[in-house]
């Protein structure tokens, strides 16, 4: 490992590789560093609403507009470190694309919204057993037309060979 700087107050720059719920593990120069959100996350001039409104969402035009700018795993970041060793996220540096998908609608009548699943990815590469589970298709149809969508390379890999029925072939033409 890379000796860094670590001080208190230090800002790094990192890139989420995990996240689980409010907690975030930034790499940073092969160091991971276990960061929350900065309560100061978001409050640019660009996104601020009335100041009539109170809460966690009050600096944004809506919650919608603070989950897509939430950091998400791959985002860059910027981060300060404590005195404990954790970090904050004071900052997310632009995404060069994103891996989202449409969340569910849980009533009639509401609208559906944009998920973000990961962000600045170089390659995507989908992993499907042959068997056991049964390979679904059309997951993989979506995964694909996703990347496409975005410009990400795409690979499939197909796993567990070895369980497939060799009176049929492994990968044959669909219709429809």
């Known amino acids: 490992m890379k000796n860094i700087d670590i001080n208190i107050n230090s800002i790094l720059e990192g890139t989420i590789y995990k996240q ?6 930034v790499c940073v120069q092969e160091h991971m560093i276990t960061c929350s959100l900065s309560t100061s996350y978001g409050k640019s001039d660009w996104n601020k609403t ?3 409104k109170k809460g966690r969402h009050a600096d944004y035009k809506d919650k919608h507009a603070f989950e897509q700018d939430k950091p998400i795993t791959g985002d860059r970041v910027r981060i300060s ?3 404990d060793g954790t970090g ?4 997310r540096l632009p995404r060069s694309n994103t891996l989202s998908r449409r969340s569910s609608v849980p009533m009639p009548g509401a609208r559906s919204r944009q998920q973000l699943i990961a962000a600045n990815i170089d390659q995507l590469i989908t992993v499907f057993a042959i068997a056991e589970p049964q390979p679904k298709w059309n997951m993989l149809d979506r995964y694909l037309a996703l990347a496409e969508s975005q ?4 690979l499939i890999c197909i796993s567990k060979g070895d369980l497939a029925n060799s009176e049929q072939p492994v990968l044959q033409a669909r219709t429809g």
């Open 151 to 154: 410009d990400i390379p795409a």
């Open 50 to 52: 009335s100041k009539k």
């Open 20 to 25: 689980n719920a409010h907690l975030y593990t």
């Open 88 to 91: 904050c996220i004071l900052e």
């Open 81 to 83: 470190i404590n005195a």
